[in-house]
T-cell receptor
Framework: DTGVSQNPRHKITKRGQNVTFRCDPI?????LYWYRQTLGQGPEFLTY????????KSRLLSDRFSAERPKGSFSTLEIQRTEQGDSAMYLC?????????????FGQGTRLTVV | DAKTTQPTSMDCAEGRAANLPCNHS???????VYWYRQIHSQGPQYIIH???NNETNEMASLIITEDRKSSTLILPHATLRDTAVYYC????????????????FGQGTILTVHP
């Protein structure tokens, strides 16, 4: 257990529906990252928060995707009008608040299946 | 961040050492080598990282060549639970921005440990 919690672990939704995932990082970590991982590939960066500010977004994050981190605590990732291509594992990572190189703690991910 | 090249898959007998190679010939002087692994249906797990000296922790050893163009992750006594995808990542050191949380994953090496 890394201390990073993601819910739900699995989500099956019909195409066109909206879905929302939640990440609870380690409480004293002010940075939070979202990644997406499709089958057979490594995780790909989606977006980054420092406290409540969203500082970087990947071009992978289309306008159907929105992420928030109110009050700099937990974060949510919403996908509107889901498509089959959105089927993937969505991972949240929480690096410690240091200025030195260090590890990132990942949650166990939310696996989304769009049918 | 520098690109890395890893073999697609490797096998190892239980109890033997697993040596996982990684080429990073375009690595810059301020880039660290990181290793993560991902066990099926879980988030990536940090293993070890280094700059130019060899490193060892309770999980593994990291051997970096003198020219830093390649490295080897060594699991000294592989167990069945070490079966996973192993990712070698090279990224810039330092504080600020997104660099020290944002990880660029390749496809990794699928390590299978067999009895």
């Amino acid at each position: 257990d890394t201390g990073v919690s993601q819910n739900p672990r699995h989500k099956i939704t019909k195409r066109g529906q909206n879905v929302t995932f939640r990440c609870d990082p380690i409480s004293e970590h002010n940075r939070l990252y979202w990644y997406r991982q499709t089958l057979g590939q490594g995780p790909e960066f989606l977006t980054y928060f420092q406290n409540e500010a969203q500082l970087e977004k990947s071009r992978l994050l289309s306008d159907r995707f929105s992420a928030e981190r109110p009050k700099g605590s937990f974060s949510t990732l919403e996908i509107q009008r889901t498509e089959q291509g959105d089927s993937a594992m969505y991972l949240c990572a929480s690096p410690p608040p240091t200025t030195m190189n260090t590890e990132a703690f990942f949650g166990q991910g939310t696996r989304l299946t769009v049918v | 961040d520098a690109k890395t090249t890893q073999p697609t898959s490797m096998d190892c007998a239980e109890g033997r050492a697993a040596n996982l190679p990684c080429n990073h010939s375009t690595i810059s002087g301020n880039e660290y080598v990181y290793w993560y692994r991902q066990i099926h249906s879980q988030g990536p797990q940090y293993i070890i990282h280094g700059l130019k000296n060899n490193e060892t922790n309770e999980m593994a050893s990291l051997i970096i060549t003198e020219d830093r163009k390649s490295s080897t992750l060594i699991l000294p006594h592989a167990t069945l639970r070490d079966t996973a995808v192993y990712y070698c990542i090279v990224r810039v050191a330092g504080a600020g921005g997104t660099s020290y949380g944002k990880l660029t994953f390749g496809q990794g090496t699928i390590l299978t440990v067999h009895p």
